[in-house]
């Protein structure tokens, strides 16, 4: 991104952002959810990384939050509370200590100290002579708000700890999973309204005028934080901490700084052992132990240098929409999808997101280039939440569904029955879509499962027994050898055939999927190119642009293919039943690189075979000739033009016997 869109992009972001945090932080409303709105500010901070000449004082990134309400008198903070910056990756994280070892004298960081991140209410409990006498919520980091008669409701917290002078404890209020659930058991009892998550339950708790309310809340405090005394390293302070009386979240590690493989390895493990924890976590605090060095390195902005938030995968994130392609499913609806730029939700890196049919991309007026929150709720395609119209680029045009069709499609015809939401393709039903794909999937140029010719492939779907292309291999001896067409040997040999298909090559399997305009030899290309079907699923439009002889048209119809719901349903189900393609591996293959074409006919086999012969070795199969052909293969009648030419540019010939030496 170029400066100057760069700073536009940053002004939309300040203005979204900002107004998300005043309603958050000040209001007590959200307008969207933090997982989105962290994402938001994670894109804000490495564009003015990128261009700090563009950092203004009032960006979000310069401060913790709103001012605090006026509900409870202002309490200035004698040292600040500060939030942490946010990392995302192992390699922000490895970015994040090179860029202190440079600042430390000496060079080296002797270790780090963890804690899980809880996700509660920030508040500082102040003790003096041992006693408790305020407590004083973030607010702004300066300035918080004195909730002293609300805190000392919390049972967990004590009002006597054995230690003169003055004591300040930070922490989190919050509230545990199971007792939130039993809330919320009471409001559905009661008829009312249930609450909507822990966290901001327990800050609206702490926020009531009346001690009562609170009284009546399981809340409970977990420290994270001693500023007084000031201890040599984060972990003395924790274990004081707990001497004092104090509940931690006994999460914390200390890590050497040699073991970073150890710290790495434990962030992956806490992403899937925090479901079990009491209370809820969004990540894990990585800390510089000495707190000496942590203190040397100072503040910048809002952040200190000397720890981040290591934020474990979201649920919700944001990006942009770069295209819409329309997938035609089985049963010939017209399904939208919008292609994205990559991110990460959920732990996996999104690039589609269903838009289900043309009136739901009304609902959400998207449009090409808008900025969307997405969103993966244990479906295998994300969905687009909300279009973040605030960061709409000047110029974006209404999407006209039709129009795109027509594009798209232009040789078939569509129409949106009556009732219904969904465009289908005139003139076929979808019993018949269903038996050409199946019968297309076991053909001779894809599977060529023996046994599943058109009438046999009629009768299964005639008779219930196949309803998709997964059923294929759910079929039973006893249940095929009922049906008219067959006995119980030709159900068996049927059976054992479809079964021997498991394992196709991939290029086979890619054509066997009836891709639009994926014929044998751009399936061959494909395969050749991303080696893998995982690799392929995951191609980007840029990525299928690069692969020999795949242009706009090609690249959107697989863009569509791989974006459809349905379809990678039907892969996943392919995939739990045992199908498996076989990785191509052709780089030893003894005509890798090599490129021919088959002109006439042959006696000892036909095209297709001495096509899938050649592929089979690592060659290319063209239609037509080129400087880059490398034979012109001649059976009986061969091709006039091609063969002139091969002449022309001085491309050898090979006659059938040549041929059959060559593949033997």
């Known amino acids: 991104m170029e400066r100057e869109e760069a700073e536009k992009r940053i002004i939309k972001l300040r203005e979204l952002i900002n107004d998300y945090r005043y309603h958050y932080h000040v209001l007590d409303e959200s307008i969207m959810s933090e997982a989105a709105a962290d994402s938001l500010k994670h894109e804000l901070t490495l564009l003015e990384e990128k261009y700090p000449g563009l950092i203004t004082p009032d960006s979000p ?32 994280v490895s970015d994040w200590i090179s860029r202190n070892e440079k600042l430390i004298s000496g060079g080296e960081i002797k270790e780090f100290f963890t804690d899980i991140k809880m996700d509660g209410l920030a508040c500082a409990l102040k003790y003096r002579d041992g006693l408790f006498y305020q407590a004083v919520t973030r607010g702004d980091g300066l300035v918080g708000e004195d909730v ?20 300040e404890v930070r922490g989190e209020i919050v509230i545990f999973k199971e007792d939130f659930e039993r809330l919320n058991e009471l409001q559905r009892k009661k008829g009312e309204p249930e609450f909507a998550n822990p966290r901001n339950l327990a800050a609206g708790t702490i926020r009531q005028l009346d001690p009562k309310v609170a009284a009546l809340r399981p809340l409970k405090f977990i420290a994270y934080d001693l500023v007084k005394p000031d201890l040599p390293t984060w972990y003395e302070a924790y274990e004081m901490l707990r001497r004092l009386g104090f509940r931690t979240s006994n999460e914390d590690k200390v890590f050497k700084n040699s073991e970073r493989k150890e710290l790495f390895k434990y962030i992956q493990d806490l992403d899937e052992y925090r479901k079990g924890l009491k209370f809820n976590t969004d990540g894990m605090v990585i800390k510089i132990n000495d707190r000496k060095v942590y203190d040397k390195l100072g503040i910048v902005g809002k952040t200190p240098r000397g720890a981040v938030a290591f934020k474990f995968p979201a649920e919700e994130s944001t990006t942009v929409v770069r295209d819409i392609v329309i997938s035609i499913g089985r049963t010939g609806a017209a399904t939208p999808v919008a292609i994205l730029d990559p991110v990460v939700v959920a732990g996996s890196t999104v690039r589609h997101a269903t838009l289900h049919n043309a009136d739901e991309i009304s609902r959400l007026d998207l449009r090409i280039g808008d900025t969307v929150i997405i969103y993966k709720a244990g479906d295998i395609i994300p969905q687009v939440k909300e279009v973040l119209t605030a960061l709409r680029p000047n110029g974006a045009e209404k999407y006209n569904f039709e129009e795109a069709l027509k594009r798209q499609y232009p040789e078939l015809k569509f129409s949106r029955p009556e009732g219904e939401v969904v465009y289908r393709v005139e003139g076929e039903s979808a019993d018949y879509i269903l038996k050409r794909s199946v019968e297309y999937y076991a053909s001779k140029g894809a599977l060529d499962i023996e046994g599943l010719g058109e009438k046999n492939v009629d009768a299964l779907v005639g008779a219930g027994l196949v309803a998709g292309i997964p059923d294929l291999y759910r079929l039973k001896i006893s249940e095929v050898a009922k049906l008219e067409r067959f006995g119980e040997l030709s159900a068996k040999n049927l059976i054992t055939a479809i079964e021997q298909s498991k394992t196709p090559r991939l290029a086979k399997f890619i054509t066997a999927l009836g891709i639009r305009h994926v014929g044998a030899s751009t399936a061959t290309a494909l395969a050749r190119t991303f080696k893998t079907l995982d690799k392929l699923v995951e191609a980007t439009e840029n990525d299928l642009l690069s692969v020999p002889d795949i ?24 995939k739990e039943l045992g199908v498996s393609p076989i990785p191509e591996t052709d780089s030893d293959l003894p005509l890798a690189g090599k490129s021919y074409i088959v002109s006439g006919t042959l006696e000892s086999m036909g095209r297709e075979e001495a096509e899938d012969r050649l592929r089979a070795l690592g060659a290319t199969v063209t239609s037509s000739v080129t400087k880059t052909t490398t034979a012109l293969i001649l059976g009986e009648k061969p091709g006039k033009s091609k063969l002139e030419k091969a002449q022309k540019l001085n491309i050898p010939t090979i006659n059938e016997d040549e041929f059959k030496k060559l593949i033997s």
């Open 148 to 167: 002293t008669l609300n805190v000392r409701t919390i049972e967990n917290i004590p009002f006597r700890v054995e230690e003169k002078g003055d004591v």
């Open 61 to 92: 990134t310069q401060r913790v939050a709103g001012r605090p309400l006026d509900k409870f008198t202002k309490v200035r903070h004698e040292r600040r509370m500060i939030s942490l910056a946010d990392v995302f990756s192992e390699e922000e």
């Open 551 to 574: 242009g706009g048209v090609v690249a959107e119809s697989i863009l569509a293919w791989f974006s459809d719901e349905d379809n990678l349903k039907m892969l996943a189900e392919l």
